[in-house]
């Protein structure tokens, strides 16, 4: 599904490149659940967000689902982001002057898809996240952990192939935090949604099947989990 060859990202500061990323090599295939931790300022981010078609990288080529995304033009790589990626982030980017169902169909309606089809799966993600009474309650009227379900039933309305989350429990409760891992590790093996997210825990890069270990922008370890 995902495939990088020899990716790199650098920033040129008056002729001296400080490198994000190097010599990034890997592939993901469909279905696998994937960690990438690493320290502060490794790269993860940046990492991710090329995956997810936020940033380009300087060099190197990433394919993905068989299309070479760095020589697509814009319009066809955000299609292809709409039609198979769902982001989440760890601050949840929801939009603050819509409900609950607003935020959840945003997507929707840039996917250009009809009224009913997206009321039925609106429905269906408020039915499936407990959320149904807060459909039309605004973002800052629910708390952080709800926040990130609503984030979470965002990117899957859309029906993605992967979710990219960056630090999705970063701001959470442990409780919380499991309620999102073991929510993950459902959608990975029920619905074969491949996972990839950023995190500091030990505990939630275990939910993965593997984990790759970033330091000073190079991959330094991919191994695989017990789980
Ligand atoms: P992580 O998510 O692992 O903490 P990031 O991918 O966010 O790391 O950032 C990696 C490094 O890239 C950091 O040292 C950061 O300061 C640097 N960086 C990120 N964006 C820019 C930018 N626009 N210009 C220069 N350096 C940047
Ligand atoms: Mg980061």
Known sequence: MIDLQNIEKYYSNKGVK????????????????????????????????????????????????GEDVTSLNERKRIELYRNHIGFVFQAYHLIDEMTVAENIEAPLLYKKIGSSERKSRVADMLGRFNMVGKRDLFPNQLSGGQQQLVGIARALAAQPSVILADEPTGNLQSAQALQIMELFKKLNQEKGIAIIQVTHSEVNAQYGTRILHLLDGVIKEDIKTAS
């Open 18 to 65: 400080s490198y994000i990323l190097r010599h990034v090599t890997t592939s993901i295939q469909e279905g696998e659940f994937v960690s990438i931790m690493g320290p502060s300022g490794a790269g993860k981010s940046t990492l991710l967000n090329i995956l997810g078609m936020l940033e380009e990288p300087t060099y190197g080529v990433y394919n993905f689902m």
